[in-house]
Each structure stands twice: as structure tokens, then as C-alpha cells.
């Protein structure tokens, strides 16, 4: 594993993004609303895009299944009645979202997280009970869709679970949208989040919080881990001393 020199000289550490590393980037950052020009959904806006998304897919009453592989899988926004480890083929992660609000602001924009085409995505699938599906995805809805046209819209897909493929619902990136940033390298994605935050968090925040997620499912992104790692890097080093200053008197 690639490892860095402690501060002191002393012996080579793993170069792991951890808690401490993040708390340098910490903030407290005011909630400055939606940006001048946004369009943000009414409860009335919510209601029919939830009903025309059942109503175009194989939902039939029963209960669903979401695909989780971000902060749904340390934070989900309904009662997950079972969890089932998945892939989801042709989709990866992949930071890519702009923000100006939540974990960036206009002066300071962060990335969000989410699924880009190509290769294959392991995650979870979640599963809503049939009594409270309605219930569920109206809170999923609002959380996961904010401006109009959303980031990130809800569709239909097919995850394979135990070789059986499963109707899923997941929130992926529109890459016609407008806050969508695609074609960045891990050098720039790590510039971005080891610099933003907004009131809820940084972006390296919520990179180290799905990390330790993925560890505990066992679940090893190979483009999150080297992310991470770049982002630890520049984290350790920034809290290191110059040569000059170490030989300043």
C-alpha cells in the first residue's frame, strides 16, 4: 500500500483518509439557500413526479427495492426492511455533481457523488415494504431531488443479486444537466474536495464516510479507494511543516 512519512520522520503510516485527516477541513459554514435562478420542486412538484415514475415502471402495488452505493448506504432516508448485496452493471461511481450548497458554496463549490455509464457499480439493494412505499420514496424524493430539473433523477434499472436480476430504483447523474462535471481526473476531484464544505459537511467528509461504509460491506471501489488516497495525501501534507519552517529558528 502506498504510505507517507509521519510529520516527525518517524516510521511510514498506510495513507488512509481518517477522521482526524478530515476534521482539518472542518467548518462552520451558514445555510445560504438556493442560489439567485434556482428553481427548487413544490410538494405539488414532488406528489406527480413520484406518481409518473410508478406509474412508468413495473410497480405494481408491492413493495420496491432501491439501489444504495452512497450515503444511502450509511444514511438512508426510509426503513430498510432487508438489505441484499448487489451489483448494478453498466454504471460506476463517480464525483460529478457541482455544488454550491450542502457541501460547497458559490465562493467554495464541493462535488457530489453519484453514477455515471460504464462499468459496474457493487452496492445494496434496499428493500421498501409494500404498506410503505408511498411514504418512503416521498422522503427518498425529496431528498435525493432538490432543483428542477434534479441532478440526479430516479430510474428504473436491473441489479444482479445471488444471479438473479432485480427491478430497482436508483438516482444516477443527467449528464445534459447543468451542474454536471464530467471528464475530471482524481487530481482535480481531490483539489475540489479537500477544499469544500458547506453546512453539511465537506466533500472529503462524505468520501471517508461511504470508504468506511464500503469496508464494512466488504465492498472495495478501486476509482474511491485511489480517490481517497489522494485526498489523504494532500490532507497529511498541507498539515505538514516546510523545510524552511522546520529549520526556522
Known sequence: MTSLRGADGGRLRPL?????????????????GPPPGMVVHSDADYEASLEDFLASGPWRGEGV????????????????????????????????????????TPDQPGLMMSLTPGGSCRGALLRIDAPSVRSSLRKLWRREMTVKPPNTPPRWVSAKANGIDVRAIVFAADRNGPNFVGGLTHEQIADILCKAAGHWGSGADYLLQ????????????????????????????SAQPTAQARHDP
Open 16 to 32: 488512509r483518509l481518517t477522521p482526524e485527516l478530515v476534521s482539518r477541513i472542518a467548518r462552520e459554514v451558514a445555510d445560504s
Open 65 to 104: 427495492w432501491v439501489f444504495g452505493y452512497g450515503s444511502l448506504l450509511w444514511n438512508p432516508a426510509f426503513d430498510v426492511a432487508e438489505q441484499v448485496a448487489a451489483v448494478l452493471p453498466g454504471w460506476h461511481r463517480s464525483f460529478c455533481i457541482r455544488l454550491t450548497r450542502f457541501r460547497g
Open 210 to 237: 461511504t470508504i468506511d461504509q464500503l469496508e464494512r460491506l466488504d465492498i472495495r471501489d478501486a476509482n474511491l479507494w485511489r480517490l481517497q488516497q489522494i485526498v489523504a495525501r494532500r490532507l497529511a501534507e
